[in-house]
T-cell receptor, first 113, second 115 residues
């Protein structure tokens, strides 16, 4: 397994501002993943972050809105830029272990007013 | 393309009763299948996974699931529900030997337990 922490655990932000979410893993991993979980919905993959390269974004997500950093093998950040109320969601990071297993952080609950 | 369907967005059972959460998948190749649980205000936790070994998979907290290729199903069961089982459950599918970016999550089933 993996121990994953996220900061902040929750935040309330005003529209038009940006929030950076941090994800820390207790061991080195090649790929880290960022998901969005809108209220009452399932998980949607935002992007895959590899250390030393640009993140790969899924359809419907763009780097200008969700810039990601991956400075080393245990850490990543996701920024939600120019926020609107529609960005109110839980944002989760995860890492992959063997055979497709994913381990998730506790999530960051974002409310945009 | 792969997909997964969870039948029933909300299931309510009495404490001590059988828990059955339904999941059907669509995949052109034998997939990997997963069940995750999300307790309130927490991230997702892996309950169990199927990766082409035994078709009956046992997971944590007394849960198990059976892979039935003929029915394209991977239903989650537990013989006797506990109050602590109240949570959101997600079924997920991915092609074998692929990266996690190909994992597709179902819409989730909220399990409630009646005293």
């Amino acid at each position: 397994s993996a121990v994953i922490s996220q900061k902040p655990s929750r935040d309330i932000c005003q529209r038009g501002t940006s929030l950076t979410i941090q994800c820390q893993v207790d061991s080195q991993v090649t790929m880290m993943f960022w998901y969005r979980q809108q209220p009452g919905q399932s998980l949607t993959l935002i992007a895959t972050a590899n250390q030393g390269s640009e993140a790969t974004y899924e359809s419907g997500f763009v780097i200008d809105k969700f810039p990601i950093s991956r400075p080393n093998l245990t850490f990543s950040t996701l920024t939600v830029s120019n926020m609107s109320p529609e960005d109110s969601s839980i944002y989760l990071c995860s890492v992959e272990r063997q055979e497709g297993e994913q381990y998730f952080g506790p999530g960051t609950r974002l409310t945009v007013t | 393309a792969q997909s997964v369907t969870q039948l029933g967005s909300h299931v309510s059972v009495s404490e001590g009763a059988l828990v059955l959460l339904r999941c059907n998948y669509s995949s052109s190749v034998p997939p990997y299948l997963f069940w995750y649980v999300q307790y309130p205000n927490q991230g997702l936790q892996l309950l169990l996974k199927y990766t082409s070994a035994a078709t009956l998979v046992k997971g944590i907290n007394g849960f198990e699931a059976e892979f039935k290729k003929s029915e394209t199903s991977f239903h989650l069961t537990k013989p006797s529900a506990h109050m602590s089982d109240a949570a959101e459950y997600f079924c997920a599918v991915s092609p074998p030997y692929s990266s996690a970016s190909k994992i597709i999550f179902g819409s989730g089933t909220r399990l409630s337990i009646r005293p």
